[in-house]
């Protein structure tokens, strides 16, 4: 078993729609959790860091942590044609400076 | 600015040469990385080093050396012994405080051997 699983998509979707994305991830010792954005050809930004279970907001976008599922979900609310990119997972247990990293997942939002 | 800065962006390489990817950060980051990323396969770990002098491997080092000489300055040479050297390299560094280890990467360099 891998130890970050993130479906691949590709996810289309209308502009204005909800996305939902995710990971899975089976190393308990996680405790820090990010969400990357990449564009075609870019470096990845950080959106959005978490640390542990609960909730964060930042204006469209909101990072949910469920530790006792080991289960992070990135929702993007009235989602924009600029928003069409591949969306990374990222976690570590805190203890060390490696990150591991989801395959990501690739999104189109249609005009 | 402060940021990543990763050089050349483009770069061709013969098979059977040593190229060296250059990477700068003015963030006064502690740590750095660098990455390599092909289709389907995500962001695997090459090289990472938490302080000046020091590195260590990561998941797929073989064929691949760095150094760090300085705090702000930390390159990569991909060697002829890469079998399969063409790909997107990212840089990253990161700051290591209480609250977490965050990550930020460089625009990133892609190397095609021809």
């Known amino acids: 078993q891998k130890e970050v699983e993130q479906d691949p998509g590709p996810l289309s979707v209308p502009e204005g729609a909800i996305v939902s994305l995710n990971c899975t991830y089976s190393n308990s010792a996680f405790q820090y959790f990010m969400w990357y954005r990449q564009y075609s050809r870019k470096g990845p930004e950080l959106l959005m860091y978490?640390?542990?279970?609960g909730n964060k907001e930042d204006g469209r976008f909101t990072a949910q942590v469920d530790k006792s599922s080991k289960y992070i979900s990135l929702f993007i609310r009235d989602s924009q044609p600029s928003d069409s990119a591949t969306y990374l997972c990222?976690?570590?247990?805190?203890?060390?400076?490696?990150?591991?990293f989801g395959k990501g997942t690739l999104l189109t939002v249609n005009p | 600015d402060g940021g990543i800065t990763q050089s050349p962006k483009y770069l061709f390489r013969k098979e059977g040469q040593n190229v060296t990817l250059s990477c700068e950060q003015n963030l006064n980051h502690d740590a750095m990385y660098w990455y390599r990323q092909d289709p389907g396969q995500g962001l695997r770990l090459i090289y990472y080093s938490q302080i000046v002098n020091d590195f260590q491997k990561g998941d797929i080092a073989e064929g691949y050396s760095v150094s760090r000489e300085k705090k702000e300055s930390f390159p990569l040479t991909v060697t002829s012994a890469q079998k399969n050297p063409t790909a997107f390299y990212l840089c990253a560094s990161s700051i290591f405080r209480s609250s977490g280890n965050t990550i930020y990467f460089g625009e990133g360099s892609w190397l095609t051997v021809v």
């Open positions: 990222a976690m570590s247990a805190g203890s060390n400076y490696k990150l591991t």
């Open positions: 978490t640390y542990s279970s």
